[in-house]
């Protein structure tokens, strides 16, 4: 017996081979929480605080696992007892702490910051439950609470507790831990707050509950993105609750390292992880007044301690809270807002900096510009339009805050763990130097020519898309037939991704078929996508693609052709299944909407092309590697600026002027929808396409469908060819590491350990 299986036959209390499954996860979890705190380290110099209102960390137990160095020992102990490593992970339920790229980002983070062996700690809130869970009846989208804490959890109770006063009364905000440990690094921790008197079964039908009760409701939910006007209300108290408890944990933690508040700055760095956290700004001012410092050297002391990422440039997903809501929920805080606005209005006399506007709406953004001493967009395109055209007068206030870091994902996760059959062959070619230092992927670029390699990750594309074919059988009674061509477009649902180009992509495919021009190669479209629960035309196109769906399956003439998959509860763990599987990757948005986006490079990472617009991210993998290994498509992002600017861009026009796009939007209140469709929704979406089309889908149709077609005929007639891209796709990935971004954001702004 060696030594871990000594030491789980011990946490057990019985031999390996006798543990049930759950004694067994139970088992592993205490192991991984003792060999996580034997990597604790003494923090020296400044640390990082992410504040975020979400962290997307998905499962944890595989990927503590790998990142301890233990998964291959562990699994081949379990092996050796007649036990199933992939049976465990199963039993973990996954944490569904955030709505999607702008929570992940914070997890991939925090990976990196471990791994990089940096000082940093995430601060957010224990909801009892994350993001809904998704379910379809009658094809349309039903939302039920995803419960995530189970009785053996990852997040350890202490007994700090931090006093927050909000709407007259006085909270007691309880601190959990959740220890991060990096890949061959140390270990930092999640640091997630919570009240004990929050109440589960204050839950009526599906994720409805009393918005009023707030000692029993405040961290029941994480709150989708665009909640009802009570929701809005409670976001600020759920806010509230966030930072206060993090200025306070900031300030004690830092005190305890010798820190006398002036020198604030040299101990803690607090980076606002979009607006959610903004309200740290006011707190860390007036708890710096209750320690005896004067309000001038208090703001100076806070810019330089924080620094904020945006990450869109949507004006309605900026926040702006009515000062009403403030001065209800947190009044302490209003005279410090007011002096901050005063300032930011000495400073600059243009109406569009100020914090709180002529309608007594208090600008999140505005004041995290101001307050802080750097602001960052997320991707090199972003970034300029950030500072080109919707912060443009911040820019010229002050140009040295603004910066890019554009974003990146962890490749633990998203190569290491969701896809050990590349990861495997990867080593065998270029050494497993790529795990720490991602610029090693580069090597691959050395066998482009050598068509054993292209066969060999042609194979290994070929058995991640039965892989995830078995488990869509598994767990959604869906078949699939792996041989086909795999397109994916998983994110959230919004109108701005467009997810309703893809559908209309699809019915014009249909009518092609039908007219007996076959496509290239057999198809099967995924998507994977929630609708936040007010959304009603993103939950309309959801319906709209389900009922699509059954129209082709209906059909012999077209199912052997075309496949739309639509698959129930994308979360992190579906994710993990699907993008290791994927051939064409559909990162389809708006040119300039899409901030960055984060889901373009995990599909990169695993050899998918994609298919894309101008926007985001796309435009640096498009730069890395070269035109002929991604399908670009469709209006420029200055083109779309300029058709905003000119407000001239009629959806009808293009409507009566082309046929195909006629066809395609009639379809949808067609006959053959109809059968299975909703008569009314789907009147509504298509309503919605003729008389409006906000996010220009219309005059990008033509492009999009020649271009997947392009693709389509590519992967169909010269597999070695394709195979080629993938390669060099991969081999180019490595700079979209989170280890790269996580080293910018230390070199530019946080110089942490210092
Ligand atoms: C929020 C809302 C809320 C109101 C309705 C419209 C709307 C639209 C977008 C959002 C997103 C807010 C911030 C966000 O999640 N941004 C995402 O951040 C990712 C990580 O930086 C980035 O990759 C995505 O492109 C960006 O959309």
Known sequence: ??????????????????????????????????????????????????????????????????????????????????????????????????????????????????????????????????????????????????????????????????????????????????????????????????????????????????????????????????????????????????????????????????????????????????????????????????????????????????????????????????????????????????????????????????????????????????????????AALHTQILKSSELAHFDRLYPEKFNNKTNGITFRRWLMSCNPLLTDELCRLIGDGFKKDASQLKKLLFYKEDEAVLRRLMEIKDQNKQALSVWMHKTQGVSVDPTRLFSIQSKRLHEYKRQQLNLLGLIHQYFEIKAGHLPPVPMTCFFGAKAAPAYTIAKDIIHALRVLSNVFAADPEVSRWLQIVFVENYNVTAAEKMIPACDLSEQISLASKEASGTGNMKFMLNGALTLGTMDGANVEIAQLVGDENIYIFGQSSQQVIRRYAAGDYSAREWYEGDPNIRRAIDFLTGEQMLKTGDREVLRRLQNELIGKDWFQTLPDFNAYVLRRRQAMEDYAVSPMLWAKKCLVNIAQAGYFSSDRTIADYDRDIWHLGQ
């Open 1 to 378: 017996m060696n030594r871990l299986e000594q030491r789980l036959t011990e946490l057990c209390g019985c031999p390996v081979a006798q543990a049930d499954d759950q004694t067994l996860y139970r088992a592993l979890l205490m192991l991984v929480r003792e060999k996580s705190r034997d990597k604790c380290q003494v923090v020296h110099g400044r640390k990082l605080y992410y504040i975020s209102a979400e962290f997307l960390i998905g499962k944890l137990l595989s990927n503590n696992l790998i990142n301890l160095g233990i998964y291959d020992e562990v699994r081949a102990v379990l092996q050796n007892a007649g036990k199933d490593l992939a049976r465990l992970e199963e039993l973990e339920a996954e944490p569904s702490l955030g709505n999607g790229g702008l929570g992940r980002l914070a997890a991939c983070f925090l990976d990196s910051l471990a791994t990089l062996n940096l000082p940093g700690d995430g601060v957010g809130l224990r909801y009892h439950f994350g993001l809904f869970r998704q379910k379809f009846v009658n094809d349309r989208q039903k939302e039920t609470p995803d419960p995530w804490l189970q009785q053996e959890s990852w997040a350890e109770k202490t007994d700090i507790l931090f006093p927050v006063q909000m709407g007259g009364k006085e909270f007691a905000a309880r601190l959990y831990r959740l220890p991060v440990t990096g890949y061959e690094g140390r270990t930092n921790y999640l640091n997630l707050f919570d009240l004990d008197s929050v109440d589960e079964s204050l839950i009526n039908e599906g994720i409805s509950f009393d918005k009023t009760a707030l000692a029993q409701n405040l961290t029941l939910f994480l709150y989708p993105d665009d909640s009802d006007e009570a929701g809005r209300k409670l976001r600020v108290y759920q806010q509230y609750l966030m930072v206060s408890a993090a200025a306070q944990l900031i300030l004690c933690e830092s005190a305890e390292r010798g820190c006398c508040y002036h020198d604030l700055a040299d101990y803690a760095a607090i980076q606002i992880n979009d607006t959610h956290p903004s309200m740290v700004i006011p707190e860390l001012i007036r708890l710096l007044g209750e320690k005896g410092i004067g309000f001038d050297e208090a703001v100076q002391i806070v810019t330089d301690t924080c620094a904020y990422t945006n990450h869109t440039i949507l004006a309605e997903a900026l926040e702006k809270w009515p000062r009403a809501y403030l001065e209800e929920a947190v009044p302490q805080l209003m005279p410090i807002i007011e002096k901050l606005d005063a300032l930011a209005k000495e400073r600059c006399d243009d109406p569009a900096c100020a914090i709180i506007d002529e309608q007594d709406r208090v600008h999140m953004a505005h004041m995290d510009i101001h307050f802080t001493h750097s602001t960052n967009g997320v």
